[in-house]
């Protein structure tokens, strides 16, 4: 049996991650773990709620049997149970300090529960892990926001997945749920380095990109413990 596990679901990459799931004939389920369910329906889709600061203590077997009519998820439990499943997991939990509301606050979602979600996922047996990092990610930076996102990816290594993707996209077009000005500002004034097809590594990347070819990677054959996707490869990817 192949799973996907989902965190961030709801936000602009994660929703475009789930469509990209949800439309692969490789993954029989795909569980997504959030604070909240999201109204969509799908065959292959079970989704379970939750503090996700408190992860690691979840009774996820049980969450997952009151999503199960008539035992439908009877084999999805069994299969991570007995560890026969394929299982790669998908984060592109983040926010902002604006949104969070402070620096602390901010560390607790973009690297504790980043870090909670791969322990928790490592736990059920996954053996791929895909995370969406941003384009300037450096543990050792003066830039906070970096600094965070770098020192994230440092601590996913020392999970020793199988094949741990580290994706780096550059400023982020799409639908976002929630306005951000500063984003919007750089989107119209870079827009045309999209159109242009300039500056591939540092261009606006579309959130469906993004999405496929974290599931394009998280799909090949490599050797490799660990890898860069940078902004480029990812619109190279998702051609």
Do not use: C
């Not at 300039?198 to 990347?205: D, G, S, T």
């Not at 480029?232 to 990817?237: E, Y």
């Amino acid at each position: 049996m192949k799973i996907a596990i989902l965190s961030g679901t709801s936000g602009l990459v994660g929703m475009q991650l789930l469509h990209q799931l949800m439309k692969s004939s490789y993954y029989d389920f795909i569980l997504s773990v959030g604070r909240r369910k999201l109204a969509l329906k799908h065959e292959k889709l079970v989704q379970i709620e939750g503090d996700l600061f408190s992860l690691s203590s979840w009774d996820w077997e049980e969450k997952v049997r009151a999503e199960s009519f008539g035992g439908a998820y009877n084999g999805f439990i069994d299969a991570i149970k007995a560890k026969s499943a394929e299982i790669h997991a998908f984060s592109s939990l983040g926010t902002t300090i604006k949104v969070a509301g402070s620096k602390e606050k901010f560390y607790a979602i973009d690297h504790d529960l980043v870090i909670g979600f791969a322990a928790w996922a490592k736990k059920l047996g996954a053996s791929r892990f895909l995370y969406v990092s941003a384009m300037g990610a450096d543990a050792t930076s003066s830039i906070f926001y970096n600094k965070v996102k770098g020192e994230t990816e440092e601590d996913l290594k020392a999970f020793q997945f199988t094949f741990l993707g580290l994706f780096r996209p550059s400023l982020l077009l799409g639908n976002r749920s929630e306005f951000r000005f500063g984003e919007q500002v750089a989107s119209i004034i870079m827009k045309p380095l999209v159109w242009l097809k300039l500056a591939k590594n540092i261009r606006p990347i579309y959130d469906y990109q993004v999405a496929k070819a974290m599931v394009k990677t998280a799909l090949s054959t490599t050797s490799n413990p660990f890898e860069i996707i940078t902004s480029g490869q990812m619109q190279d990817l998702s051609q």
